[in-house]
């Protein structure tokens, strides 16, 4: 059973930075997709950073620069660093895990935690 937790969500003002953790139970971040997606309000869910095979890492064209995704295999964990959030930032965000490589149906989801950019 492949479990993912994520912590780190919270209110930030704009220009301001946060990082979300995904602990994950397994060998869940071992596999060769892990990544973050988020979910605005009224929006769908659409990606945001994807580590493929540990060491690949992709971006959204609307965080390119900003985030940076990393992955710790010993502390089993995926994080999200996320440095000059904008308000359109907010959303709730996932972590995500699958087999075989980051798509928008992963195997795996977490829960959420929201992240809300506002001043």
């Known amino acids: 059973q492949v479990q993912l937790v994520e912590s780190g969500g919270g209110s930030v003002q704009p220009g301001g930075s946060l990082k979300l953790t995904c602990s994950a139970s397994?060998?869940?971040?071992?596999?060769?997709?892990s990544g973050w997606f988020r979910q605005a309000p009224g929006k769908e869910r659409e990606p945001v950073a994807c580590?493929?095979?540990?060491?690949?890492?992709y971006y959204s064209d609307s965080v390119k620069g900003r985030f940076t995704v990393s992955g710790d295999i010993t502390e089993n964990t995926l994080s999200l660093h996320m440095t000059s959030l904008r308000p359109e930032d907010t959303a709730v965000y996932y972590c995500?895990?699958?087999?075989?490589?980051?798509?928008?149906?992963?195997?795996?989801w977490g829960n959420g935690t929201l992240v809300t950019v506002s001043s």
């Open positions: 995500a895990a699958d087999p075989f490589m980051c798509h928008s149906n992963m195997a795996y």
């Open positions: 397994g060998s869940a971040l071992t596999f060769h997709g």
């Open positions: 580590l493929r095979g540990g060491n690949e890492m």
